[in-house]
């Protein structure tokens, strides 16, 4: 016993903890890396977001005209007015958004699904087409879009002699014999125009499946109709989200569309909002035109996240 | 066991299946009778066609020939989601976007099951994770969402669970726990288990039946302890536990005993545990498994009884494993030769560089055929693990 009472006296050195001395920090310097790091983005967000959103917020309670000259007056008047008297086109606007983006998504759903799951070795191939009509113009397609739709065109003889035009002009979404110039060509246009911003991001979440969940729900008598409601659908709802609000937003403040495909009928905000600016120049009608669509479409947004439960998204 | 007579209903009957991926054969034209209510395993390395024989059952892989019998029904051309056959997956393969109480419904509520809920909660608690009903998958740990695919599929009362390495993610405490769960649940319930492993120690613990497969064939079938005594192939007698092969020349042959001669020396083997043609003059592969071995320095070799066969040799390697030591001996008959012999007197002699003897009842000597390779079915050093 007197052996190990002495080994006791002296314990080794492994058991001690470190001593405040012992657990050094890193240098401040190396501490501040991530900060300077995240710098441009934030000058970048300050320079071309933060100060533009204020400079707009000022201008819309300014009164005044071009002549002579501005002023800040909080005249918050200015929204109630343009409200009252535009508010055809918001709903015309979240209305035309809308249906293309339920549009993006009944056609770009199949086929990220496809690309995703069965395309095998043809799926690179697919996704480039999927991206190739940004390698033209925006304006150029659309304006494309203008020829295919033409009056006494290809596409225009087929949906009449289809008598698929009669339905439609029914419905308002043509006149007669026409679509371009109607609410029809603007969606088609808003439709083909975001249709890849609905396919990339619907197409990155099924493809991140395991496929052996599908094995799964397969071995536990889920038919493939069932595998796919209970199963694909549900997991890929982050893509959804995130594809139906790439859609929807730049859709809901689009005016290219409506400029080219559309007539004085089918006038969006956006339209509003570009004639105010540049034409009218009345700025301060423009900007409180921008803000209220900002409002409304960032509340339809937070109210469709919170239905849809993704939580993973957010 | 159960006899044949009354329980030949519920088998699983694979009949001539193979499988071909293009140029590529995976499984071998197989003929397979799985007893119901046995715990059947598919053993074998990785590629040897396992998997791939339990998927055919499942129905998530379409035999290329063959058919597929459950209980007397063929159910070749049945899709997975209408054959009585579950799955515990490899990767677990839970729903991410479900709870756990959902994951084990969903079987039930597919085949529009009403009230699940009594049956659910039985089931939890059969897995030990009736607490955990409300979670998502990904709050478990590995081991609990083991238990959760194992309730997932046996919720459904399936005529047969097939188990494709469902322990593979495990570390070895918690694989050697769920394990003897496994073995538990199975007794418990009598289903059929289907279990595909890699890990012979795995099968032998808890399968009644074990297939050792390699290359897309089964090598051998039996009961773990039947396999391990009288392997047929150098695959099996590899592949499972360790053994001792010796090359050898057939000297004499008679309907009890073979005497062959390896190294200078003569050994003796009960011809019926001979699997090779006897004939005098043919060559053999003699095995011996190294825990049969005792190990005697070559000064005591005098007291060594007469009758038991003898080899000498000299300690290359020696390593202790607390309850026994592990030799290597390199002799005239071969080299790289393994004994283990129990710690109980231990021998301080017994050093690598001792000259020693290596002496067992030839009962305990398996002959098999020369023609194939010694060393097939020696498991790699990664394989191990």
Redesign the interface.
Known sequence: MTGTATVEKDPPPLTTAPTADQVRKPPTRRRLVPYWLLLPGILWLVVFFALPLVYQASTSVQTGSLEQGFEVTWHFATYWDALAEYYPQYVRSLLYAGTATVLCLLLGYPLAYLIAFKAGRWRNLVLVLVIAPFFTSFLIRTLAWKTILADGGAVVGALDALHVLDVTDWLGWTQGDRVLATPMAVVCGLTYNFLPFMILPLYTSLERI?G??H?????????PA?TFR??TF??SMPGVVSGTLLTFIPASGDYVNAELLGSTDTKMVGNVIQSQFLRVLDYPTAAALSFILMAVVLIMVTVYIRRAGTEDLV | MTTDTDSTGGDVRLTGISKTYGSFTAVHPLDLTIPQGSFFALLGASGCGKTTTLRMI???EDPTTGTVRLGGRDVTDL????RP???V?Q?Y?????LSIYENVA??LR??GVKSVRKQVGEMLDLVQLGDRAQQRPHQLSGGQQQRVAVA??LI?HPQVLLLDEPLGALDLKLRRQMQLELKRIQTEVGITFVHVTHDQEEAMTMADQVAVMNGGRVEQLGAPADLYENPGTTFVANFLGTSNLITAGIVESSAEDLVVSAGGGKLKLPAARCRAATAPGGSLLVGVRPEKISLAHADDAAGIPEGRNRITGRITASSFIGVSTQYVVDGPAGSGLQVYEQNVERDSRLAPGAEVVLHWNPAHTFGLDAGQAIDAGTQKVEDAA
């Not at chain 1, 094995?215 to 038919?223: G, H, I, M, N, V």
């Not at chain 2, 393969?93 to 976007?97: M, R, S, V």
Request: glycine share 4%; charged share 25%; aromatic share 12%.
């Open positions: 395991d052996r969940l094995e799964a729900a397969r071995d536990l008598y889920a038919s069932t209970k199963v549900p997991l | 499942a129905g998530l899709p997975p989601y209408k056959v579950n799955t997956f990767s393969a839970l729903f991410p976007h969903f079987g597919r085949r997932r599929a459904n």
